[in-house]
Nanobody, 121 residues
Framework: QVQLVESGGGLVQAGGSPRLSCAASGSIFSINAMGWYRQAPGKQRELVAAITSGGSTNYADSVKGRFTISRDNAKNTVYLQMNSLKPEDTAVYYC???????????????WGQGTQVTVSS
């Protein structure tokens, strides 16, 4: 099995700069893309940022210039540095990883349990 464990959420003041982390563990052969999604109350889950194993990144327009995604391939960990937070960034943030497992063919999507980020004005 594969597990993704997120950390770093919480209550933050507007303008704050928390960093989220997500560590993948288990029977992992390799990880392709990793990403962060978020879901605010009453809204659909949306992509925030993604990063390939080679380091190519993609961001939602709403976070460009404020958020930075990075990863440590040796640790199977992805990070999301969030700067200049706004109240509209309040959401549950989910980590995602495209994993190739040991002994199993194919690629599988795995999700973390989610971490709440609440931005107070």
């Amino acid at each position: 099995q594969v597990q993704l464990v997120e950390s770093g959420g919480g209550l933050v003041q507007a303008g704050g700069s928390p960093r989220l982390s997500c560590a993948a563990s288990g029977s992992i052969f390799s990880i392709n893309a990793m990403g962060w999604y978020r879901q605010a109350p009453g809204k659909q889950r949306e992509l925030v940022a993604a990063i390939t194993s080679g380091g190519s990144t993609n961001y939602a327009d709403s976070v460009k210039g404020r958020f930075t995604i990075s990863r440590d391939n040796a640790k199977n960990t992805v990070y999301l540095q969030m700067n200049s937070l706004k109240p509209e960034d309040t959401a549950v943030y989910y980590c995602n990883a495209e994993v190739r497992r040991k002994w199993y063919p194919g690629q599988y999507d795995y999700w973390g349990q989610g971490t709440q980020v609440t931005v107070s004005s």
